[in-house]
């Protein structure tokens, strides 16, 4: 596998040396400066690529793994009649990176936000913090904050009630809080929504059901697909985080079928996944080594992380690497056994599948009020995170040797 971690660029507090050091091969990376939409220019692709590598020359070398994002417009997600220009923008993008030789692109396809938690900074046992999505905290913004229309047949009328009474003993800094954890939006690119005109943004989806949202991702990947394979890319998209619907959203990358789904809709090795422990881990009735095996072959990128699912099974908080509700053993020794099928088949033209510890606990000195890092996102965390999951694949890989040569 090759072991990489997420980096936002230049003005990341987690430096590239900080990468290397973790043990990194590849970087996880996107051009967040640039507008949703817009074209990658190819001179801006090699100016990323060109400071990713400076110091290899003379240190341990990295090199560009893994686009993540390439952000899809909503547009896109929405159906509007000016789709096909930026799926336009988006095939153009695809043809460039290929160029500069950078292979394989996650994207998703949710709608509005790009992923949710209510609190960035959860207490665990020992001390350090994690990220947690609550379901009742959720309900309680929806209904008594952003107050959306319609809400209140999305939650349990015990859930609707409890929070409310919650909502009544808040101070007004807690309310503050929890709406800017809620609308965050995308880790990393320091970008968030404002509660005034949030709800416009919800109400451009009030004609897009399930099905509709459906429709619209089989649409683009038939469109950015064929584009893909001549080009040479993986596209590997990323599931829903969390993988259920929200604030009257619908999300269709949630579950097995989901994924049949899509990668039945443009049926090439081109259009494939991001594997996402995390996320998928979330629901109990993912089972993930299995997909590990069923999905391997149109694997292109993964994020191993586990989650931890509370009472309430749609609260839940991010545990450590080997803990919480995901087999992560299975699921390696599946992604293992994925590789080696790869080589003996003789797919030369497929590296080592990119592999990076999904986000990470705050700890020690990132801990530190007077040290930024960004949820998730802190330096140590994914240390340890990386530290155990290499272990646990040396570990697998040699059991598998070692099962081998006693035949």
Known sequence: MLHTMR???PNDPTSLFDLRQAGCAGVVTALHHLPVGAVWPVAEIAARQQLIEADNGTHAPLHWAVVESLPVHEDIKKGKPGRDAYIANYQQSLRHLAACGVRTVCYNFMPVLDWSRTD????????????RFVWQDFALFDLCILKRPGAETDYEPAV??????QFADMSEEQVKNLTNNILLGLPGAEESFQLAGFQAMLDEYAAVDAATLREHLHYFLRAVGPVAT?????????????????????RVVSTEADLAGLLAAYDHPANG????????GVRPDNDLAGMARRFGPRIHFVHLRSTKREENPRN????DHLAGDVDMYAVVRALVLEEQRR???GETNRP???VRPDHGHQMLDDLSTAKRTYPGYSAIGRLRGLAELRGLELGIRRSLADSLSAD
Request: with cysteine; charged share 15%; net charge negative.
């Open 273 to 280: 996944l991001t594997f996402c422990t995390g996320s998928l």
């Open 352 to 354: 080592a599948l990119p």
């Open 343 to 345: 080589a003996a088949a």
């Open 230 to 250: 001549k080009v040479g890319i993986g596209l590997c998209i990323h599931p829903d985080d969390p993988p259920f619907p929200l604030l009257g959203l619908p």
């Open 7 to 9: 980096w936002f660029g």
């Open 160 to 165: 609707a009630a409890a929070a409310r009474r």
């Open 120 to 131: 960035l900074g959860y207490e665990l046992p020992d001390g350090s913090r994690a990220l």
């Open 316 to 319: 839940f908080h991010e545990a």
